[in-house]
Every structure is written in C-alpha cells, then in structure tokens.
C-alpha cells in the first residue's frame, strides 16, 4: 500500500526525504538506534510510521536493529534500519547473514568523518569500502550514494524495489551534508511511483522449494506464517534451505547469488551525467561532493575548458563500463572524495592506463569546495 503524502511541494531535510522515501516504498517496519547523524530518519518514522499501520521499535543496539529489520522482512515487511559509520560496524554481521539468507532490507548509513567516533558531527566518506566488503565472504550486495534532497527520496524508494526484486540486502550511503540539507522536493503522487514489491511462490507449500534456481536467479519468497515452513541458516545451504558442504551445491548457490545481480545490471548501475558530449577533462564523483563538482564544471566552462561530470548513484556493484566509457573520453579525469580515495582506486582499476586520473582528498571533516575541484580541472601554468 502506498502512503500519498499530505504535500506536492515540500521544504525538507535530507533525512526527513529519506524516511518519505521509504514509506512510499511500503516500508512499515524500521528498527534503530540514535546516532548522529542519521538520528532524524528514526525520529520521523517513530511518528509516521503507526499512523500507516507500520511498527517503528528503537533498539538496544544497532546489533540488535540488524537482526529486527531481517526477522521483520522475513515475515514480510518491507523493513529498514539507519545508522552512522560506528554503528554500520556493528551491522555487519548481520548484514552478512542477509546476504546469505538472501533477505531483503535497507540500511541507511548517513557517513561521517574519521574512524572509530570520529567527528560525528562532520561530513566524510569514509565507509564506502566498508558497504561492499564490511561484512565477511564473497558475497554481492548493492550500494547506491545520494547527493541531493531530491535523491534521497528517489533512490530511497529504487534501493526498496531493487531489494525486493532480487533478494538482496541494499545499503544507501548519504552523509552529514547531504541528509543535514533543506531543499525543496517536488514529491510526484503514489500514482507516479514505480512500487516493486517482492515475489510469492505460485505454487502449494508442500511444493514450494525455498531457494529454487530460475531463470533470474532470484527464488520466489515466501511469507513465514502463511503456511510455508522453510529452514533459514546462515550456513552455505541447498535449494532447500539446509546446510551442504557437497562442492556442486556450494558452488551452484553462490554463483547464483552473484548471476542474479550480474543479470540485472541494466537496472542496477545506476549514473548521471554532466556536460559529457563533449568533454575533454571529466570529474568522476558521489554523494555531496557532486553537487561541488557540477559547480566546477561550470566555472570550467566559463574559462574555455570542456569539463564533464560522471555522477555516481550506484557505487557496487561497480559500473565499470560506464566509467571505461568516460576514460575513454577524455584526456584527465578527476576523482575529489572525502576519503583517501576509495572510489579513485576502483577508477584506477578499470583505468589500465587510458588516461591521467587524479584524486583529490580531503579528511578533515570538512566539504570539498567547488573551487579546490577546478583547480583540478583548469590546465597547469
């Protein structure tokens, strides 16, 4: 059921969007635990989400909001926590237990500076690393970044349909600038929504195998409580849901889980672009610093120089042919990020030489301005 909001036009926090996002997806179930500073996104579904029919439950622990959202998913919510980098830590255990159990779900980690506390209250971009490969194993997962109010509506509500299409665990990255913004968002009717929800078995549950290959990978599930009994482990399991070490079942289950993804990756790599048609010199970036790098590109175009962006919205599974098309392209691409440079080194790797790629870091838990990317831009006297 979708939720019409009360506004077509709305002045909201990046944060506020997020939770918006999220109940017009058919999320009706979220578990949390404060933290800066992604606190905003519990404190609103705390009050939006009774008056939907949904359940809002504040947690001991992020350890504990982890195991919530997926019992809830399981018994067929649409479920989906938020946290900030110390408690996107303490999820990934979990988080890995959904991969495996292929249950779907949305975390939210609005990013802040430095390791362990950090600076709670600074923007960074630290955890993007961490969002693909935080939890153990081999394992496929999507991440998509936002970097605008508007985004954080939008791609809130794709992270809900691309988990429930493929039974997958999707983690949204935003960060202190981003979900600490006020913008306003034209929010489009319910009407206007594409709303995926997951699919059911079609047939009895005395026929129903719980982790069935298809065409697509994706086994259809099912709703614990409606009659269909299955075993859920976090183990390496067969089609049936019961712990295998045969090399054949291990090896078809895990491939799998990576084919479902690979299959869809029309979809799933999602980007924006800039000024591309014609450029020469390009900025590759995500989240809020996109918003200083469009800024760049224009202030480089005043001054002659053909400047592109290449904005990331899916950061994993990577989109390596979309970003092999702009080093293609140009001549120097620049990579500015509020980390050592995560992303830089996945360019780099689908880089091999083609063309002159530079990062530029900042970790001081300050924003990366327009005018430090186009120093990068503009040619060297």
Same mark, same amino acid.
């Given at each position: 059921?979708?939720?019409?909001?009360?506004?077509?036009?709305r002045?909201?926090?990046?944060?506020?969007?997020?939770?918006e996002?999220a109940?017009?997806?058919?999320?009706?179930?979220?578990?949390g635990?404060?933290i800066?500073?992604?606190?905003?996104?519990?404190?609103?579904?705390?009050?939006?989400?009774?008056?939907?029919?949904?359940?809002?439950i504040?947690?001991?622990?992020?350890?504990?909001?982890?195991g919530?959202?997926?019992?809830?998913?399981?018994?067929?919510?649409?479920?989906?926590t938020?946290t900030?980098?110390?408690g996107?830590s303490l999820?990934?255990?979990n988080?890995?237990f959904?991969?495996i159990?292929e249950?779907?779900?949305?975390?939210?980690?609005?990013?802040?500076?430095?390791?362990?506390?950090?600076?709670?209250?600074?923007? *960074?971009?630290g955890?993007?690393?961490?969002? $693909?490969?935080?939890?153990?194993? @081999?394992?496929?997962?999507? &991440?998509? #970044?936002?970097?605008s109010?508007?985004?954080?509506?939008?791609?809130?509500?794709?992270?809900?349909?691309?988990s429930?299409?493929?039974?997958v665990?999707?983690?949204?990255?935003s960060d202190?600038v981003?979900?600490?913004?006020?913008?306003?968002?034209?929010?489009?009717?319910?009407?206007?929504?594409?709303?995926v929800?997951r699919?059911?078995?079609?047939v009895p549950?005395?026929?129903?195998?719980?982790?069935?290959d298809?065409?697509i990978?994706?086994?259809d599930?099912a709703?614990?409580?409606?009659?269909?009994?299955?075993?859920?482990?976090?183990?390496?399991?067969?089609?049936?849901?019961?712990?295998?070490?045969r090399?054949e079942?291990?090896?078809a289950?895990?491939g799998?889980?990576?084919?479902?993804?690979?299959? *869809?990756?029309?979809?799933?790599?999602?980007? $924006?672009?800039?000024?591309?048609? @014609?450029?020469?010199?390009? &900025?590759? #970036?995500?989240?809020?610093?996109?918003?200083?790098?469009?800024?760049?590109?224009?202030?480089?175009?005043?001054?002659?120089?053909?400047a592109?962006?290449?904005?990331?919205?899916?950061?994993?599974?990577f989109?390596?042919?979309?970003?092999?098309?702009?080093?293609?392209?140009?001549?120097?691409?620049?990579?500015?990020?509020?980390?050592?440079?995560?992303?830089y080194?996945?360019?780099?790797?689908?880089?091999?030489?083609?063309?002159r790629?530079?990062?530029?870091?900042?970790?001081?838990?300050?924003?990366?301005?327009?005018?430090?990317?186009?120093?990068?831009?503009?040619?060297?006297?």
């Amino acid at each position: 059921m979708n939720t019409p909001l009360s506004e077509k036009r709305r002045l909201v926090q990046g944060n506020e969007a997020i939770a918006e996002g999220a109940l017009a997806a058919g999320c009706r179930f979220f578990a949390g635990y404060p933290i800066t500073p992604a606190s905003e996104i519990s404190e609103v579904l705390s009050s939006r989400l009774p008056q939907v029919g949904g359940s809002f439950i504040q947690m001991e622990d992020e350890i504990a909001s982890m195991g919530a959202i997926i019992g809830a998913s399981i018994a067929g919510m649409k479920a989906m926590t938020a946290t900030s980098g110390p408690g996107f830590s303490l999820m990934q255990e979990n988080l890995g237990f959904a991969c495996i159990t292929e249950t779907p779900c949305v975390v939210v980690n609005v990013m802040r500076g430095g390791g362990s506390t950090g600076l709670p209250t600074c923007p *960074g971009q630290g955890d993007v690393m961490q969002a $693909k490969w935080g939890t153990h194993g @081999d394992h496929p997962i999507i &991440v998509l #970044a936002v970097s605008s109010v508007a985004d954080c509506f939008e791609i809130t509500i794709q992270a809900f349909n691309l988990s429930e299409k493929y039974r997958v665990p999707v983690v949204i990255l935003s960060d202190e600038v981003v979900s600490h913004t006020r913008e306003t968002v034209v929010f489009p009717s319910p009407w206007d929504m594409e709303i995926v929800d997951r699919t059911g078995p079609s047939v009895p549950p005395e026929w129903y195998v719980p982790y069935e290959d298809n065409s697509i990978g994706v086994p259809d599930m099912a709703t614990l409580g409606e009659g269909y009994r299955y075993h859920i482990t976090g183990l390496i399991h067969d089609e049936r849901g019961f712990p295998t070490q045969r090399p054949e079942e291990i090896e078809a289950f895990t491939g799998r889980l990576f084919r479902k993804l690979a299959q *869809g990756l029309h979809e799933i790599q999602k980007i $924006k672009t800039f000024m591309m048609n @014609d450029a020469e010199v390009a &900025v590759i #970036a995500y989240g809020s610093v996109s918003r200083a790098a469009r800024s760049a590109v224009l202030e480089a175009r005043d001054r002659g120089v053909r400047a592109g962006m290449l904005q990331l919205i899916t950061l994993f599974p990577f989109p390596e042919h979309l970003v092999d098309n702009v080093l293609k392209q140009c001549s120097k691409v620049v990579v500015p990020e509020m980390n050592m440079g995560q992303i830089y080194r996945e360019v780099q790797r689908v880089n091999q030489g083609k063309t002159r790629v530079e990062k530029y870091s900042r970790i001081d838990g300050q924003f990366i301005t327009p005018d430090e990317i186009l120093g990068k831009l503009l040619p060297e006297e």
